[in-house]
C-alpha cells in the first residue's frame, strides 16, 4: 500500500533561515510525488510536484524539493524562510488508479517562522 | 484563486437537517473530488467523479451523497450528520487521461467548515 510519513508535526525557523520540511513515501512503482500548502481557513495551495526527470523541482513561492530514490524522501526546502511562510504543508503521492490520480496525503507539518 | 469555489464557506447545522454544499471548477477539468479534512487527522478522499461517473467511494457513510450533474458542478448532500462529522469538506478538481495527463495537478477550493450540533 501507498504512504506518505511527514515526521515532524511543528518546524520552528527563525526568517531569513533556510528551512526544510520533510517527506518520505512507500509506493510501488514510480512515485508521483506533490507538495501544497494551506494557509489558515483557506483550501490547499499546489507548490510543487516530482514526476519524472531533475530530482530537483522548483516551484512557487521560492520553495524547492529533492527527490532522493534511495531514500524515498521528499523534502520540502527553502534558502530563506519568510514569516508569511508560515502554513501547514502537506506531502502527498499519487497513484493512478481506475482513470484518476489518486492522492495519498500525509499528515501534514505545521511551518512556523519567527520574526 | 485557483478556479475552483465552494458554497457556503461555512455551515452550521443540526443533526436532523439537510443541506448541501456546493462545488464548481473553472478549469475545464473531467474529474471531481471531495475531502474531509479533521483535526489531527490526514485528509480523507470520501467521493471521485470522473467524466461524470463515480469511481470511488471511500467507505463514506449513507448519510453523505455525492452529486455530479456535470464536469464543472459537484454536490454533496448532507442528512442526519453526526457531531463527529464536524469538519473543513474540500473540493478538488483535475484533468484526468492517458500518459503525462494521468498524473495532473488537483486544484482545491477554500472548503466548507461544517458544524454539527
Known amino acids: 500500500a501507498q504512504s506518505v510519513a511527514q515526521p515532524e508535526d511543528q518546524v520552528n525557523v527563525a526568517e531569513g533561515n533556510p528551512l526544510t520540511v520533510k517527506c518520505t513515501y512507500s509506493?510501488?512503482?514510480?512515485?508521483?510525488l506533490f507538495w501544497y500548502v494551506q494557509y489558515p481557513n483557506r483550501g490547499l495551495q499546489f507548490l510543487l510536484k516530482?514526476?519524472?526527470?531533475?530530482?530537483l523541482v522548483k516551484g512557487s513561492y521560492g520553495f524547492e524539493a529533492e527527490f532522493n530514490k534511495s531514500q524515498t524522501s521528499f523534502h520540502l526546502k527553502k534558502p530563506s524562510a519568510l514569516v508569511s511562510d508560515s502554513a501547514l504543508y502537506f506531502c502527498?503521492?499519487?497513484?493512478?488508479?481506475?482513470?484518476?490520480?489518486?492522492?495519498?496525503f500525509g499528515a501534514g507539518t505545521r511551518l512556523a517562522v519567527h520574526p | 484563486e485557483t478556479g475552483v469555489t465552494q458554497t457556503p464557506r461555512h455551515l452550521v447545522m443540526g443533526m436532523t437537517n439537510k443541506k448541501s454544499l456546493k462545488c464548481e471548477q473553472h478549469?475545464?477539468?473531467?474529474?471531481m473530488y471531495w475531502y474531509k479534512q479533521s483535526a489531527k487527522k490526514p485528509l480523507e478522499l470520501m467521493f471521485v467523479y470522473s467524466l461524470e461517473e463515480r469511481v470511488e467511494n471511500n467507505s463514506v457513510p449513507s448519510r453523505f451523497s455525492p452529486e455530479c450533474p456535470n464536469s464543472s458542478h459537484l454536490f454533496l448532500h448532507l442528512h442526519t450528520l453526526q457531531p463527529e462529522d464536524s469538519a473543513l469538506y474540500l473540493c478538488a478538481s483535475s484533468q484526468v487521461g492517458r500518459g503525462p495527463l494521468a498524473q495532473e495537478t488537483q486544484y482545491f477550493g477554500p472548503g466548507t467548515r461544517l458544524l454539527v450540533l
Open positions: 478549469l475545464g477539468h473531467n474529474a
Open positions: 516530482y514526476i519524472t526527470g531533475d530530482n
Open positions: 509506493v510501488s512503482g514510480n512515485p508521483y
Open positions: 502527498a503521492v499519487s497513484s493512478n488508479s481506475g482513470g484518476y490520480n489518486k492522492l495519498i
